[in-house]
């Protein structure tokens, strides 16, 4: 081939490489992130669980699929605005895994995209789904119920801090499962023979007012109910709860990662991953009403014992001998 020919052919290889690549590029399906929260760095790591099922299945971020994000920063107002753009683009499935609001946003702004949620909400009385084992719509996911919850992290609050004559339980009053995770809690509290003050949080500023009235309310212990603000102010809270010496329960393992005293929960890493393999399976060709909704029944305990140290906690060996993990 003579020199002249081959640059010529070279050089119109070289063209066609970047109209190649934006073809492939437009051929990449695009999944549509929505989430009520923030990009913290723990959801960070959430998030780090999703892409891996997403890359079990095939899908792998950047490369053969793309993924749009969008974060509410907990203006849940924001959410229908978000979820009709991510609409108007096509992508081809709607995530919404840890967010209820961002799933029922995403509900009403399409009937035709796949959407995909994890929520520690019954997902029928939400109204997300027609029922667990027949979706009939749109929609599916997994679910943990929170409400569920209280009842076991009141009774290890009790543990915790046995001579308190009072407890308190932390609630953010637009959380869709408020009312039910206010009656859970007040059954609880009734069996152990204990009164709780309920309080209420949607801000940081309300945050540092709920832990100064601690000390007047005399409430011996405090548990923190499953929700996207509390949860991307982890470190906030833990903070809180150190400088006012109360014994906290979160329902995440990543508050007691970050020196809060104990967490009971649902795996919120679990609901992530779900939430990736229910996507990957409909990227591949499965339809959101012929896959029920899991139910999740994984539910850790983990306490760290430098922290209950710091607050002059003696813990239960009983305690000790349930937990999934003990950090030192």
């Known amino acids: 081939m003579r020199r002249r020919a081959f640059i010529t052919l070279l050089g119109g290889a070289a063209a066609a490489w970047p109209v190649a690549a934006r073809a492939q590029q437009a051929a990449m399906p695009v999944i ?8 913290t760095a723990e959801r960070r790591n959430l998030l780090a669980a999703f892409r891996q099922a997403l890359s079990d299945a095939g899908y792998v971020e950047g490369r053969s699929v793309s993924i749009e994000y969008r974060w509410a920063e907990n203006q849940y107002d924001r959410l229908p605005t978000m979820a009709a753009d991510l609409v108007r683009r096509q992508v081809r499935v709607i995530a919404t895994p840890g967010s209820t609001p961002a799933a029922l946003a995403a509900k009403a702004a399409t009937t035709t995209i796949p959407i995909v949620f994890s929520v520690g909400t019954d997902p029928v009385k939400a109204g997300l789904v027609a029922s667990l084992n027949r979706p009939g719509s749109n929609v599916t996911g997994m679910s943990y119920l929170i409400s569920l919850l ?16 009072v407890m308190a339980v932390l609630l953010n009053p637009k959380l ?5 995770v206010l009656e859970d809690a007040q059954v ?3 069996a152990l023979g204990l009164p709780i003050h309920v309080l209420y949080a949607s801000t940081e500023t309300d945050l540092d007012t709920v832990f100064a009235s601690m000390t007047q309310l ?5 548990v923190i ?6 949860f991307s102010r982890l470190e906030h809270l833990v903070g809180l709860a150190t400088r006012y010496s109360v014994p906290t329960v979160y329902p995440w393992r990543e508050a007691v990662a970050a020196g809060g005293l104990v967490s009971y929960g649902a795996s919120v890493t679990d609901g992530y991953r779900l939430a990736g393999v229910y996507t990957g399976r409909i990227l591949m ?3 959101p009403a012929d896959l029920p909704v899991q139910q999740s029944t994984k539910t850790e305990l983990v ?26």
């Open 32 to 39: 549509g992130f929505l989430n009520a929260g923030a990009p």
């Open 150 to 165: 209280v009842v076991k992290q009141l009774e290890q609050l009790h543990e915790l801090a046995p001579n308190a004559a």
């Open 176 to 180: 869709e499962a408020a009312a039910s």
């Open 188 to 190: 609880a509290a009734r």
């Open 218 to 222: 005399q409430a011996g212990g405090l």
């Open 225 to 230: 109910s499953a929700d996207a603000f509390f």
């Open 285 to 287: 060709g499965d339809k």
């Open 303 to 328: 306490i760290n014992l430098k922290t209950a140290k710091t607050l002059g906690l003696t813990l239960p060996p009983t305690l000790l001998a349930r937990a999934d993990e003990v950090i030192e």
